[in-house]
């Protein structure tokens, strides 16, 4: 066993002493490992490890706290994702693909009405039809559900009310599908039909039946599921303005439009045990509404999350259709699969808002960006979904990364009688963003200044606070600018390209987890835990409850584990399927799971690591502090020759005990102001991004094509920068859908007029420009080796860069999306209309010549540029709030330096008469209030 | 009732006698090679290609993405052409050479395509994967120097969510390099690779002075 293990040092006489004894640290090749494909251990990959423990990888945003922990074996390097073999293949299994023996096909009955009362359902002839084994009405099922807790308001199928067309009304399960659909034609329901609302500015009043009913809370007679007013700052300083920019948007609602059709099997174990298969983003949440709605307890639950083909947002709320396949196969003993098809998909939506959004900005003389007036009413649909929350986002997540002198936003989500509205990539800021944006590049039309230095002499620095009190920790926001400037030689191209050609510049601005979890509990549940085992084989195993939607995090997760133990990622196997094995995890939302499950991670990885270097410092004597681990390999620091084989260290730590096991959990730290909502939008880190994108327009066909985008996204650290390009290019690909092309279409007779992909477009490759992705890396000091989110906050900025490109290019502010050919051209005409001009090829091509403003803005930039390095690099830990642009102190509280700041969450009543469109929910009264009134 | 509700197919028939929708087609033997296997089913006359190959062939490598032909989830190569199988009769592919995803590997080596969308990052949640596979697949027999346009118009009538396609079109260039001989081809993860060390390397040397 001796032939190979001391490899030839660096050459004779320069690594052995005179004495015949070797000279610590001069051995050239370190000894090989064991185990693993590979023979030999490799050597430690210097380039991967950071600079502050020796290595080569630089760090200009400074060092971390896991950096003495990382091996440089797997993270920050282009990893295929670690299931991809079983998708190249077509052997991963998706919801669709669960074939158990027995099974039977269930149906969905879908309301044909838009708002009606079941008055009756007899299901007399369908339980006649020969084939036909179990048929489920909402009286199986009276228990309501939803994702938040605050607003549980949908049921397995209507009970009394259906809220839209599509919306279930009954199920039934048959021994194929051909049996199940002609037992749909069977049910003979009576409706009463109902006046239907589809215009969510008609939302706003008050109905005769309002579409759901929320007893004292009731805001009068509306449909109004939730408002938002929130106030901070001081608005004396949004009189008169230097400059202004008002902007009235209207963006239609989009879809995931992801690949994979929802599906869902459900089977009853012998010992009367629920299996439920579905492709879930939250498996968690399905636990417990299936819970609630079965009523039984979760642990006679096991909820197998499937390979998940695509999610985005679209399949993370418990639905229905999970409900109705556990009661079919509850009834009739056999496995029930229901798969939806693509119109279906439509009619369960929880895609992006219908919005309308109105945007007031102001900038005082110094360019300071003094207020932001936000008033943003939401088109919730038929339930509440996640719109709690997105009615919080549409404004607080438009808070940074500017610093302003004060923030003003009135929001509402209205309930109407369309498929529900829900969260979707970006959630709640992408529609926000884009006007915000926009405005921005407006407001530095007006003051003759280069947009990018307007923002550049505007941003919040790294550990700041925002005005509404988020806690800002790494910021690459400055950086992501002045890398896209360069990369798209901007300044050579800003305004100074024929009509026709344009380049436009959005910034974007996301959570990387949300700091509070849905379901808060008050024994302070972690957000995130994972379960770790190493048995004697030596692979080890993860089991986390993170779910893979394709995003990589079942790989991102098998990374750290790898670079903290130093295991090729071979012998990591992350387990993540199966609510019964995995712990509690939140699910696919929010951008957490990377920054959440890796922590946790991590965590359990340092205790296992821990364990096998006390091992290892039994058996060679030298204390942990002083080993290094390389791959499958533990030896001494100053003589890579002194060493234990991993395996040898593992099976001296599992003497007495057996397989070694750890578990690790995250949990945020406390955080965020004390005001109503202050909790939304609250984050451990945030992701910051910048793109530029040009475009062509065609200003006699008002065709839009985006030709090239340089795109700039701060994810702190890129644990696997193949996935992070994936998420960026894929970002760019979703965000341009929703700019130029893709829209759910409702008829004026309220129906859903594209439910399906050719309708309903989504670029193809050859809509698609080339997209430059750069990743900036900020090294977020609580981030899983310093990462933030790379999966939601990339696609905000592609919208407003394209918008911004536009007008580059035709001298035209349109605010109405999707920018369809005949929105642009209609924009086209009206301006030519307004002018001299009759050919449209004479249109002016908008330009700039600098005002005096530009040099100011610029040496600010400048001075803010040394000031953010050095609190990045945390050499300056200076509390930095929100209002020091503006010559506060951060030191006091900003209500006793400045007389009128103020922090409000409902409106004073002599602002009522002047709010926005969304804001006058504010004039009614809630029924608890309103006592004797009606 | 109120007014008249929209006419669905869905749509319950409201004290209508009940019709048969659906006439029971008669069932006939289907046969077809199948990754080069003869398969030999029974299907009802107007069943549609994707249903069996899923239902009754077992390829559920073979994705259902929206039955009107618009993802290309569903690509099959027939013959050698890729082909939408959600618009195509079985029937009408009778006695054919048919090629899912599960054709591509030959037994434990990966295509090139396949190892290529891994590595590339060309497979994001993967649901996809299997039809951009096949139309790639299909391109790259024809052509293996293909232009980033003649890939363009292979996949165009494949749909992908995830990645953007650029990732894609890497891939594929991965895989015509791998074609044209220019690069090699990975070899299988399943092939033997026993452990030099079980018990990792002889006993270490202690450091001077330790004894134990």
Redesign the interface.
């Known amino acids: 066993m001796s032939g190979g293990y001391r490899q030839q040092p660096g050459g004779p006489g320069q690594t052995t002493r005179k004495d015949g004894k070797r000279v610590a640290g001069k051995q050239a090749f370190p000894p090989p490992g064991s185990g693993g494909s590979k023979p030999n251990m490799a050597t430690r990959d210097l380039d991967f490890i950071p600079e502050s423990v020796g290595g080569k990888e630089s760090q200009p945003a400074g060092s971390h706290i896991h950096d003495r922990v990382r091996t440089g074996t797997s993270v920050g390097k282009e990893t295929p994702l670690v299931d991809s073999n079983a998708k190249v293949t077509g052997q991963a299994w998706y919801g669709d693909d669960v074939r158990l023996p027995n099974e039977i096909i269930g149906k969905i009955l879908r309301s044909p009405h838009h708002y009606a009362r079941i008055k009756s359902i007899d299901t007399t002839r369908v339980e006649a039809l020969p084939g036909v084994l179990a048929v489920a009405t909402g009286a199986d099922a009276p228990q309501r559900f939803g994702v938040l807790p605050v607003t549980k308001d949908e049921h397995a199928m209507a009970v009394d009310k259906v809220r839209h067309v599509g919306d279930l009304v009954a199920c039934v399960a048959a021994i194929d599908e051909a049996t199940a659909l002609e037992a749909l034609n069977l049910f003979d329901v009576e409706w009463e039909v109902l006046e239907p609302v589809f215009d969510p500015k008609k939302g706003l009043e008050d109905a005769d039946e309002p579409i759901h009913w929320r007893g004292k809370y009731h805001l009068a007679k509306t449909n109004v599921q939730k408002r938002v007013f929130q106030e901070f700052g001081d608005r004396s300083l949004v009189e008169n303005p230097h400059a202004e920019s008002h902007g009235k948007w209207k963006m239609a609602g989009v879809h995931h439009g992801f690949t994979e059709p929802h599906a869902v099997v459900a089977h009853w174990d012998p010992n009367g045990r629920l299996q439920l298969y579905t492709p879930q983003q939250v498996p968690h949440y399905t636990h417990r509404a299936l819970s609630t709605v079965l009523d039984i307890p979760m642990h006679q639950i096991n909820v197998i999350r499937t390979f998940v083909g695509g999610g985005f947002g679209g399949k993370s709320d418990p639905f229905p259709h999970e409900m109705c396949a556990a009661i079919l196969a509850r009834k009739s003993g056999r496995p029930v699969r229901i798969t939806f098809d693509r119109e279906e998909v439509y009619w369960i939506n929880r895609g992006r808002h219908p919005s309308h959004i109105e945007v007031k900005m102001t900038a005082d003389e110094d360019a300071r960006i003094s207020g932001f007036d936000i008033d943003a009413l939401i088109d919730g649909g038929g339930f509440a979904s996640f719109g709690h929350v997105t009615s919080y986002y549409n404004g607080v997540l438009a808070t940074a990364p500017y610093e302003l002198g004060s923030f003003h936003y009135t929001g509402a989500r209205v309930w109407t009688n369309k498929p529900a509205s829900g969260a979707m990539r970006g959630h709640g800021a992408v529609n926000t963003r884009c006007a915000v944006e926009v405005g921005l590049d407006e407001m530095a039309e007006t003051m003759q200044v280069d947009p990018i230095d307007l923002r550049l002499a505007n941003l919040l620095p790294p550990h700041s606070r925002t005005i509404s009190g988020f806690r800002i920790t790494s910021n690459g926001m400055r950086e992501a600018l002045e890398k896209v400037r360069k990369g798209s030689n901007w300044d050579e191209k800003f305004r100074k390209m024929p009509l026709g050609k344009g380049i436009g510049i959005g910034c974007g601005f996301f959570i990387s987890g949300s700091g509070l979890p849905i379901h808060w509990d008050p024994n302070r549940f972690p957000h995130a835990t994972v379960h770790m085992q190493v048995d004697m084989d030596g692979g080890v195993t993860v089991h986390t409850g993170a779910a893979d939607i394709g995003q990589g995090s079942t790989t991102a997760i098998a990374q750290v584990v790898s670079e903290v133990l130093a295991l090729p990622l071979e012998m990591i196997h992350v387990r993540s399927h199966e609510s019964d094995t995995s712990p509690v995890d939140l699910g696919s939302y929010s951008s957490r799971v990377t920054f959440m499950n890796a922590n946790a991670a991590i965590r359990a990885a340092l205790e296992i690591r821990e364990q096998l270097l006390n091992a290892a410092w039994e058996i060679l004597g030298y204390h942990p502090n002083n080993l290094i681990m390389n791959d499958r390999r533990i030896y001494y620091k100053h003589d890579p020759a002194i060493g234990v084989s991993y395996l040898k260290a593992l099976h001296k730590a599992q003497e007495d005990k057996g397989a070694l096991i750890a578990s690790g959990a995250y949990r945020s730290p406390p955080m965020g102001g004390v005001h109503k909502g202050a909790a939304a939008g609250l984050a451990p880190a945030y992701s910051f991004s910048a793109y530029v994108a040009e475009v062509d327009v065609d200003v006699e066909t008002g065709m839009i094509q985006c030709t090239k985008v340089w795109a700039a996204h701060d994810c702190g650290k890129a644990l696997n920068p193949l996935a992070v390009k994936g998420q960026i290019i894929g970002s760019c690909h979703m965000g341009l859908g929703q700019v130029l092309s893709e829209k759910m279409v409702y008829g004026r007779t309220g129906h859903l007029q594209n439910a399906n992909l050719l309708d309903y477009k989504i670029p193809s490759v050859h809509e698609m420009p080339h997209v430059e992705p750069i990743i900036v890396e900020s090294c977020d000091p609580e981030g899983p080796f310093g990462a933030k989110e790379a999966g939601e906050g990339p696609l905000l900025p592609i919208l407003p860069a394209v918008v911004n490109a536009v007008y580059d290019a035709i001298g035209i502010r349109l605010r109405t999306l999707p920018l369809t050919p005949d929105v642009v051209f209609k924009g086209i005409e009206k301006t030519l209309k307004a002018s001299e001009f009759d050919d449209p090829t004479d249109l002016p091509s908008p330009t700039l010549e600098f005002s005096s403003m530009q040099p100011k803005l610029v040496a600010r930039a400048q001075e803010h540029r040394i000031r953010d390095k050095a609190r990045q690099r945390t050499e300056d830990t200076s509390p930095y709030v929100n209002g020091v642009l503006f010559g506060f102190d951060p030191t006091l509280p900003l209500e006793d330096q400045v007389e009128g700041w103020r922090t409000a969450t409902e409106p004073d009543p002599e602002q009522l008469a002047e709010l926005g469109l969304a804001g006058r929910a504010w004039l009614k009264k809630e029924q608890r209030e309103m006592e004797g009134e009606n | 009732?109120?007014?008249s509700?929209?006419?669905?197919w869905?749509?319950?028939?409201?004290?209508s006698e009940?019709i048969?929708?659906?006439p029971t087609p008669v069932k006939n033997i289907w046969s077809a090679e199948v990754n080069g296997t003869p398969v030999e089913v029974l299907v009802p006359s107007n069943a549609v290609l994707l249903d069996v190959l899923r239902d009754k062939v077992g390829?559920?490598?073979?994705?259902?993405?929206?039955?009107?032909g618009?993802?290309g989830?569903c690509t099959v190569m027939v013959d050698g052409t890729p082909r939408l199988s959600c618009l195509c009769l079985a029937g009408q592919v009778e006695g054919t050479a048919i090629t899912?995803?599960?054709g591509?590997?030959d037994g434990a080596h990966?295509a090139p395509i396949?190892?290529c969308?891994?590595?590339?990052?060309g497979?994001?949640?993967?649901?996809?994967?299997?039809g951009f596979?096949i139309s790639a697949q299909a391109l790259l027999n024809e052509n293996d120097t293909p232009t980033d346009k003649e890939i363009?118009c292979a996949?165009?009538g494949?749909?992908?969510?995830?990645?953007?396609?650029?990732?894609?079109?890497e891939s594929i260039q991965g895989a015509a390099a791998i074609h044209r001989g220019e690069v090699d081809a990975a070899a299988p993860?399943s092939d033997a690779?026993p452990?030099?060390?079980?018990?990792?390397?002889?006993e270490?040397?202690?450091?001077?002075g330790?004894a134990?």
């Not at chain 2, 509700?5 to 669905?8: E, V």
């Not at chain 2, 452990?195 to 002889?202: I, R, S």
Request: aromatic share 4%.
């Open positions: 009732m109120r007014g509700p929209p006419r669905l869905r749509l319950s028939m409201v004290g009940h048969k929708m659906i390829t559920l490598g073979v994705k259902r993405g929206c039955d009107l618009t993802c989830c899912t995803v599960e591509l590997a990966l396949q190892t969308f891994a590595e590339y990052g497979s994001q949640c993967g649901f996809c994967t299997p596979l363009a996949i165009d494949n749909l992908c969510r995830c990645t953007g396609y650029q990732q894609i079109i993860a690779h452990d030099p060390h079980p018990d990792g390397p002889d270490p040397k202690m450091p001077p330790h134990r």
